[in-house]
């Protein structure tokens, strides 16, 4: 099974500022990767697919990019409804799995 | 409107069963591939088991393999996931999920989950 890993586990940012977050997969997954959102008490919600494409309606201060096994997503300038955690997903083989989450704060 | 609705979640002993349903509205349901995707509250997400468009074929993750089944009515719009022989650490929020390419596997509408509580 392929293993995700995220890092930070949490970070806390002003808004305004630059966020990076990672995720290493633990062979190489091309671009069959995905990153998601996700509020308190709330369903996921899809951010980017394969990689880098931006679904519809997501802010376009959200971006994706990296292939192979490290991918990031970086938010170009924090919103204060950016305040979520944000998990990734490779989706190369089953069975599909999640990166643990990186909690988001605002500060 | 495009959403997912879950039902059927609830509380019961180990070894107990359960069918969770999932109706799907605004969209055509049998053109995609959907899923199931579990959460332990506050934790992570865990992919369960996934049904291509015709109810043809099937997979699972290996910690349920055995005791649950998914299966689908296209004629209903309405996604199933009967689970069986259930243990404490089945206990999460159960997601469906909309994967509108089965050849990339992500997952575009999500449902609001239904809770099963599984606990003597």
């Known amino acids: 099974d392929i293993q995700m890993t995220q890092s930070p586990s949490s970070l806390s940012a002003s808004v305004g500022a630059r966020v990076t977050i990672t995720c290493r997969a633990s062979q190489k997954i091309s671009s069959y990767f995905n990153w998601y959102q996700q509020n308190p008490g709330k369903a996921p919600k899809l951010l980017i697919s394969?990689?880098?494409t931006l679904q519809s309606g997501v802010p376009s201060r959200f971006s994706g990019s990296g292939s192979g096994t490290d991918f990031t997503l970086t938010i170009s300038s924090l919103q204060p409804e950016d305040s979520a955690t944000y998990f990734c997903q490779q989706s190369y083989n089953l069975p599909y799995s999640f990166g643990q989450g990186t909690k988001l704060e605002i500060k | 409107e495009v959403q997912l609705v879950e039902s059927g979640g609830g509380l019961l002993q180990p070894g107990g069963s359960l069918r969770l349903s999932c109706a799907a509205s605004g969209f055509t349901f049998s053109s995609y591939w959907m899923h199931w995707v579990r959460q332990v509250p506050g934790k992570g997400l865990v992919w369960v088991s996934r049904?291509?468009?015709?109810?043809?074929?099937?997979d699972f993750a290996d910690s349920v393999k055995g005791r649950f089944t998914i299966s689908r009515d296209n004629a209903k719009n309405t996604l199933y996931l009967q689970m069986n022989s259930l243990r404490a650490e089945d206990t999460a929020v159960y997601y469906c999920?909309?994967?509108?390419?089965?050849?990339?596997?992500?997952?575009?509408?999500w449902g609001r989950g239904t809770l099963v509580t599984v606990s003597s």
């Open positions: 394969d990689a880098s």
């Open positions: 049904i291509n468009t015709d109810g043809s074929s099937t």
């Open positions: 999920a909309r994967d509108p390419s089965a050849t990339r596997g992500y997952f575009d509408l």
